[in-house]
């Protein structure tokens, strides 16, 4: 692997896939040039940018949203930075359709568009003039936007307006605005959107708090933030104040429900802020989308996007808050270099989210969570490569999203649970508050990191050092031996009514009325194999678990149904994969669905009627997994 200084930091040239070129032209290009203003040199991983060329610095938006077409229309301006010599910009562009490029005076430029790539987009290279400063493309997106989805007025709430979002981590800004897509380049934003007067318009920037008649909206994000964080939402949207800095957007009729639920976010924002710094975003809002959204939350800066299936009704499912918040820190100041380093991105933020929920609700609860997230990623580990299983991940030629496992997230928090362990708290807190500030608004390899690690803690004690086991973490498979243990009383006891009942105790006896969300999940979750049916009866007739509303619990009760082939639960079943589509919730019960022959049957009946109400994301993984044909 070639390294190259990066910021002061290393970063990791992908040269492989072309071994050849690479010798032939980036060794003597690199070798000559070892930093140029803390750019990553040469191709990079997923993206066709060149940075080190010319450099986009600010994006002038100006778009025009059309519910009949299903286009977004208008221009990208794009300001930049170049070396004298530069003689292309180099951007990244996904089924765009280019109409016109021309420069800061208005002159036409010539472009090209690339070939085509399934997974990295053509491309759009833009020829310079010796005195090209910024660049305006003319485009309209087509039927290949993946990031967006357009929503008819039936697929949401209230029913009578239609809805649009955007979704662009990891590399799918490129299908709604020309850019250079790669997380190792940070902008700063304007944009002008024109909506259907009727409806309101948000981003990740300064928001509108109400309607106007006009349906024009501007926005400024002053910041600067990687692509993946550019984010647009469209429908009929009302706010509502939570606190001095924070509230909720949401449809009229979700709004009470949402400002309920999150009624705690501005005590996390403080919770944040006395653990790691400032919040630097200046408003912390929240976005509740229509249930098509196909992740739980969306760390958009200064408004998350959120799923509508964690509005439980009990504040159970609200670390997802806490999670989003804690990635204004890491990801949003701190940002992953490639998507080989995602768990900087994922492993902090849930290492921070469980601190956030440690000071809020105490560390009984924060240590229930804490449990299921380690049972849950050794699950998932069982069907991953090993080499999957390591913290710093190799996707050159893969999809960003093959990275998208509990590796990232619930590996990364054990690794940096381990650091505490071992470092104690106090030492371990004054490294990341630091680590934070620092590297503010820029990114970080692995590499970058460890090295930073070991200057300010390691390097300082070598037992301790010895002790954490670095690499077994960061470049070795599976959970090291090192990990801390959780030990949580709480999920203890639900354990032993599940054995109990395994063992043919009455239900009778479980006095659940009590349980929390988390005593539910790990009750389900504690029955390994499928049950049989008769037992599957009696827990469903003692809790009514297939009329459950609260997404997460029905999540797990219809895959272990569907494990344990439980017909009475398949309408529930059916129900859930139909009205909300949450990847996360959607892909796992797919998946044991397509083990039986029956199953199967009803897998793909049922998604014929699901398929067209599905984010593009969520369409893409369940394609894959049932391998459905565009045609059918
Ligand atoms: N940034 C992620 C979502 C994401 C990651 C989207 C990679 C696309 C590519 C977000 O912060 C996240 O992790 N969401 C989780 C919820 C969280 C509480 C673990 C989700 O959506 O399930
Ligand atoms: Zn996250």
Request: hydrophobic share 40%; glycine share 6%.
């Amino acid at each position: 692997m070639s390294s190259l200084k990066f910021d002061g930091l290393h970063v990791d040239v992908p040269g492989f896939a072309f071994p050849f070129l690479f010798f032939l032209f980036a060794l003597p290009l690199f070798g000559a040039e070892p930093n140029s203003g803390g750019l990553p040199q040469g191709r990079l991983l997923h993206s066709h940018a060149r940075p080190d060329q010319a450099v986009v610095k600010h994006l002038s938006l100006d778009l025009v949203v059309d519910f009949e077409s299903k286009k977004l229309t208008g221009s990208a301006t794009l300001k930049f930075e170049r070396k004298d010599d530069a003689k292309e910009l180099r951007l990244d562009s996904h089924g765009l359709e280019i109409r016109k490029v021309s420069d800061q005076s208005g002159a036409e430029l010539a472009f090209k568009v690339g070939e085509k790539n399934q997974l990295l987009g053509e491309g759009l290279t833009v020829t310079l003039g010796e005195a090209t400063t910024a660049v305006r493309v003319e485009y309209a997106t087509t039927d290949a936007a993946e990031a967006v989805q357009w929503l008819t007025p039936k697929q949401t709430s209230g029913g009578k307006q239609p809805f649009l979002f955007t979704q662009s981590q990891a590399i799918l800004a490129r299908t709604w605005v020309p850019c250079q897509d790669t997380p190792a380049v940070r902008i700063t934003y304007d944009a002008k959107i024109k909506v259907p007067s009727r409806l309101l318009a948000v981003m990740s920037a300064t928001n509108p708090q109400s309607r106007n008649e006009s349906g024009v909206y501007e926005f400024e994000m002053k910041q600067p933030i990687p692509a993946y964080l550019l984010a647009l939402a469209v429908g009929d949207l009302k706010f509502k104040s939570l606190g001095d800095r924070s509230g909720v957007y949401a449809e009229p009729d979700v709004l009470p429900k949402a400002t309920w639920e999150f009624a705690d976010t501005e005590r996390m924002i403080e919770a944040a802020e006395k653990l790691y710094g400032p919040y630097r975003w200046e408003r912390y809002d929240l976005v509740v989308l229509p249930p098509s959204f196909p992740f739980g939350g969306m760390e958009n800066p200064r408004l998350t996007f959120a799923t509508p299936t964690i509005l439980a009704g009990d504040r159970s499912l609200v670390a997802l808050v806490a999670h989003e918040l804690a990635h204004s820190w890491s990801g949003n100041l701190v940002t992953n270099a490639t998507w080989n380093d995602f768990w900087l991105n994922e492993g902090f933020t849930v290492y921070f989210e469980q601190r956030i929920m440690e000071a809020i609700y105490g560390r009984n609860y924060s240590e229930m969570l804490a449990k299921l997230n380690l049972a849950s990623l050794r699950e998932e580990m069982e069907d991953l490569s090993p080499r999957d299983t390591w913290l710093k991940l190799d996707l050159r030629d893969r999809n960003p999203d093959d990275g998208m496992t509990g590796v990232a997230y619930d590996k990364g928090y054990f690794f940096l649970r381990r650091l505490e362990e071992v470092f104690g708290r106090e030492a371990w807190d004054a490294f990341l508050k630091s680590y934070f500030d620092r590297f503010s608004f820029k990114s970080m390899t692995t590499e970058g990191f460890i090295a930073h690690l070991k200057k300010e803690l390691l390097d300082k004690d070598s037992e301790k050092s010895a002790s954490v086991n670095l690499d077994a973490w960061v470049f070795g498979p599976g959970v090291p031996e090192s990990c801390p243990t959780v030990d949580s009383d709480e999920l203890l006891k639900v354990t032993g009514h599940a054995k109990a009942f395994l063992e043919g105790t009455s239900l009778s006896v479980v006095d659940a009325k009590d349980w929390s969300t988390h005593h539910w999940l790990h009750f389900l979750r504690s029955f390994e194999k499928p049950l049989p049916v008769t037992r599957m009866k009696q827990l469903d007739g003692q809790f009514g678990l297939s009329k459950q509303g609260n997404s997460e619990i029905l999540h797990d009760w219809l895959l272990l149904s569907v494990r344990s082939q439980y017909e009475p639960a398949y309408p529930a079943l059916e129900r859930f994969l139909t009205e909300q589509g949450r990847r996360k919730f959607l892909e796992p019960l797919y998946r044991a669905l397509i083990k039986t022959e029956s199953g199967r049957e009803l897998a793909r009946k049922i998604y014929r009627k699901a398929r067209p109400t599905y984010h593009p994301i969520s369409q893409a993984t369940v394609d894959g997994l049932l391998e459905w044909k565009a045609s059918e």
